[in-house]
């Protein structure tokens, strides 16, 4: 199995706080993904980096921000939490974009 | 831009049976396309992947998955399903852009699999 963790595994928050989760990998690889996984939608990603801070957005960011200081860390952070982003956060790193892409164990959000 | 469709939210299959689940994605070039399975809880593994050659892939856990350009469709097959094939499913499109560039990855909707004993 690729060496990716996240943490937190699961989180509560209330509505408005801030929230970051983070995606740290060991195996050097350039790319790194966040996607979030709801019922009926699949995985949508929400922002990626192509190296060290070089990223852009995915298909639904509005309201997440990222960060990548290292080759081996990737944050997205919740600015002020919504109901809406309740959801589980999944991380995923390649060696290529559009190659195969390995993902982490998730995070569960819940904003309540 | 790319896209996938799995025309089934849910198949129920009885032990032993043969399985099939289809794919169908939309782009104009030759596409990346990939099968990953996810359990309850957990993230989601590659089953198996085609890049080019062959247009019959095997994969882990006894899978395989035929590329039909003319049909534009990746389908997942396995002769004999075992209970622990009950999961969801994911199939993904990358696309070839050029040179050594490749598009982003797209996600189906997934797929869940039953599996009565």
């Known amino acids: 199995d690729a060496g990716i963790t996240q943490s937190p595994r699961h989180k509560v928050t209330e509505t408005g706080t801030p929230v970051t989760l983070r995606c740290h990998q060991t195996?050097?690889?350039?790319?790194m993904y966040w996607y979030r996984q709801d019922p009926g939608h699949g995985l949508r990603l929400i922002h990626y980096?192509?190296?060290?801070?070089?990223?852009d957005k995915g298909e639904v960011s509005d309201g997440y921000s990222v960060s990548r200081s290292k080759t081996e860390d990737f944050l997205l952070t919740l600015e002020s939490a919504t109901s809406s982003q309740t959801s589980v956060y999944f991380c995923a790193i390649s060696e290529r974009q559009g190659e195969t892409q390995y993902f982490g164990p998730g995070t569960r959000l819940l904003v309540l | 831009a790319q896209s996938v469709t799995q025309p089934d939210i849910h198949i129920t299959v009885s032990e032993g049976a043969s399985l099939e689940l289809r794919c169908n994605y939309s782009y104009g070039a030759t596409p990346y396309l990939f099968w990953y399975v996810q359990s309850p809880g957990q993230g989601l593994q590659l089953l198996l992947k085609?890049?080019?050659?062959?247009?019959l892939v095997q994969g882990i856990k006894g899978f395989e998955a035929e590329f039909k350009r003319s049909q534009s469709s990746f389908n997942l097959r396995k002769p004999s399903v075992h209970w622990s094939d009950a999961a969801e499913y994911f199939c993904a499109v990358g696309a070839y852009i050029g040179g050594t560039s490749y598009g982003k990855l797209t996600f189906g909707q997934g797929t869940i699999l039953t599996v009565h004993p």
């Open positions: 085609y890049f080019s050659g062959d247009t």
């Open positions: 195996e050097n690889h350039r790319y």
């Open positions: 980096s192509y190296g060290v801070k070089d990223t």
